[in-house]
């Protein structure tokens, strides 16, 4: 079994800031790319950012400048510091991991259970 597990979602002011948290666990045999998605109503879901284990950080155009993307690859855990939020940022904000399980020979995609950030104006 794997988990991955959000935490730190909420409701937030405009200009205001929110640290999102999530930890994998389970039969673990590695982890690869690890990262954000987000998908509000009525849109397809979408990267926020992602982290290599050696550390390569993708963004979002929407994102730069205002949100950061920290992994430890020793605990398989990754947030995102929420910076300058506003209104379209509201969202079900989504982990991704690709690992590879204990009895696996090649990794796979592993989703978290979601958390929502709503952000008014």
């Known amino acids: 079994q794997v988990q991955l597990v959000e935490s730190g979602g909420g409701l ?3 200009g205001g800031s929110l640290r999102l948290s999530c930890a994998a666990s389970g039969s673990i045999f590695s982890i ?3 990262g954000w998605y987000r998908q509000a109503p009525g849109k397809q879901r979408e990267l926020v950012a992602s ?3 050696d550390g390569r950080t993708t963004y979002a155009d929407s994102v730069k400048g205002r949100f950061t993307i920290s992994r430890d ?3 398989n855990t990754v947030d995102l510091q929420m910076s300058s ?3 379209e940022d509201t969202a079900v904000y989504y982990c991704k991991a690709e690992l590879r399980r204990l009895n696996s020979r090649v990794p796979s995609d592993y989703w978290g259970q979601g958390t929502q950030v709503t952000v008014s104006s």
Do not use: Y
Request: hydrophobic residues 40%; charged residues 15%.
């Open 85 to 87: 939020l506003n209104p």
């Open 73 to 75: 690859s020793a605990k």
């Open 32 to 34: 690869g790319p690890m």
């Open 51 to 53: 982290a290599t284990r």
């Open 12 to 14: 937030v002011q405009a």
